[in-house]
């Protein structure tokens, strides 16, 4: 059963119609939802069966990144990052075997690469998108094809995909000569704005990456590994465009399951659907949600 939560906590959700709730997350046990508006503010809400409470309210966000840590019930601002001349419009922390690495996309057309090592925080801000990025996804630590491996990889690649308002979609991997991260493959395809990137949290001989698109499309992006040992960067290398799943509006943001099968999509015309790779290959709607 679907929970609708309407009344989000967030003022401008209230006070102006044309703001806008941009993003909501729920932690690993779908007990915990996060939300976030353009009224600067985050909002935290503890989730129980079909009833949810508000129980915290992080303020200060004007174009930096703030990372926050909960101890003893108190939500504490553990680091603050001014890095970045627009809008930081989405972050993702990395898989936690790669460490504590946090993405974040800005429409200054840079990405910043946050990691805390040794007690102390790093970064590296580099070009991605020369018209803004909106956009980053991790891929999975380890390498497609892993788990069928007898030699799997130890420690695990860095790797995550950008999109951009250069309708491009790019996959970043990191470069231990240079010690940042470089651009491995530009996939290109979408006529509009690239709004989301989703690398599907998969282990299986093939890789998945959906991109959502102001052009009201969906792209799904496939790679097979190819290579006898899958830590080898070359095994992934070659990207396809599997599918093109059109929609009547805008579509905004795409989400795997964590078992990396099921693709939510979500657009401009209110809706969410469910989309599932059928033995043949092809995409099928399991799903509609209107609500």
Known sequence: M????????????IANDNAFQHDAVLDYYGRRLAT????????????EGETHKLTETLRGYDGKVLIWREQNAQWQKVADFALHSASVNIVSWSPHESGCILACASSDGRVSVLEFHDGNWDHKVFPAHGLGVNAVSWAPAAA???????????????????????????IWDWSHDQKTYTPTLSLS?????????????????????????????????????????????AADSTWTCSKVLPFDA?????????SGNVLAVSGGDNKVSLWKENLRGEWDCVKTIEE
């Open 189 to 233: 395809g979408h006529t509009d704005w690239v709004r989301d990137v989703a690398w599907a949290p998969t282990l299986l001989q093939k890789s998945y990456i959906a991109s959502a698109s102001q052009d009201k499309t969906v792209r799904i992006w496939t790679s097979s590994s190819s290579s006898s040992s899958p830590s080898d960067p």
């Open 36 to 47: 976030c508006s353009s009224d600067k503010t985050i909002k935290i809400f503890e989730i």
């Open 2 to 13: 679907a929970q609708v939560i309407t009344n989000s906590g967030h003022d401008d959700m």
């Open 250 to 258: 805008v579509v905004w943001r795409v989400s795997w399951s964590l």
């Open 144 to 170: 497609p094809g892993s788990l069928m491996s007898s030699k799997p990889e130890a420690g695990g690649r860095r790797r995550f995909v950008t999109g951009g308002s250069d309708n491009l979609v790019k």
